[in-house]
């Protein structure tokens, strides 16, 4: 992956003065800005389909545990990992939009949550942790843009510890028809690297994973683009506070394409739970 497609990636997300826009619509949805909690932020921060249903039912596949040091591969603003710090684990996110880093490190103070989460700006295939760093680690729609799968998957094995799980939640490609372009991930295909789950095995079997469970979620990613349309349809727009603040321009044209593709089965959102086996 060269720094020029990285340069692309982070610019395709990154966004200045994304802070006070969230902001802006948090108090535009009531919320009082010296009193908000974690979960305020939910409609805006689980930058993923399914939003905290999927985040949280992810947690329960992959059973994490209070106490544990889980590693945010691609952590965005910090959604993921103030769900898994408001239930004891501490995180450490790294993510390649040096915007979003800031944001998820301010997001996090102001919730009370400063001590239980760290980010830092790195890219996913040259992760910058010691041997054995973390009890677990998660990835949530992220791998669409990485194209060295197995460069990611060696490095998260080196940064476990043995035994340790590894949990994604990533848009995978299911069939071979098009896909139309912009999607939330991506402008143009010069920086969407989608993968098909046999791939993924393969390439964390390679990393030295055993994998534990798979899961389509083409079924409940339907259910809930409709249950967001019905509600955008009937509110005549998208309320204040939601993940279009995120997708910046285009931000109906990209998740209407991806809908789209998921309808066509041309991609589906797919969960894969492995375990890191010890080095030989
Ligand atoms: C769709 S967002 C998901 C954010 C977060 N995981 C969540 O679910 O809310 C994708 C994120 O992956 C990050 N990303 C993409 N490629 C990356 C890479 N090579 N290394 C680190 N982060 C990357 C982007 O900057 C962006 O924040």
Known sequence: MTKETEDRVAQHYG????EGRILDALAASGKDLDRLAADDLSPVDDFHTGGREATASLA????????QHLLDIGCGIGGPSRFFAGRGCRVTGIDLTADYV??????SRRVGLGTM????????????????TFDGAYMI???????????????????????GTFAIFDIMRTGDGALSYPVPWAATPATSFL??????????????????????????ALRFFAEVMARTAEAGGPPPLGTHLLMK????????????????????????????????
């Open 249 to 280: 321009d285009r931000a109906a044209e990209k998740l209407g394409n991806a809908v789209a593709g998921i309808e066509d089965g041309v991609i589906a959102p797919t969960e894969i739970v492995c375990r890191a086996m010890p080095s030989a």
């Open 15 to 18: 966004q200045a003065g994304l």
């Open 141 to 163: 729609h992220v791998g669409m843009n990485i194209e060295d799968k197995p460069a990611l998957f060696a490095g998260v094995h080196r940064s476990l510890k043995p035994g």
């Open 102 to 107: 800031r944001l998820a490190e301010a997001l």
């Open 117 to 132: 989460v760290s980010y830092r700006q790195a890219s996913a295939v040259a992760l910058p942790f010691e041997r054995g």
């Open 195 to 220: 993968a098909r789950p046999a791939d993924y095995r393969r390439g964390l079997e390679a990393a030295g994973f055993e994998i534990v469970k798979e899961r389509d979620r083409r079924e409940f």
């Open 60 to 67: 329960e596949e992959a059973g994490f545990a209070a106490g």
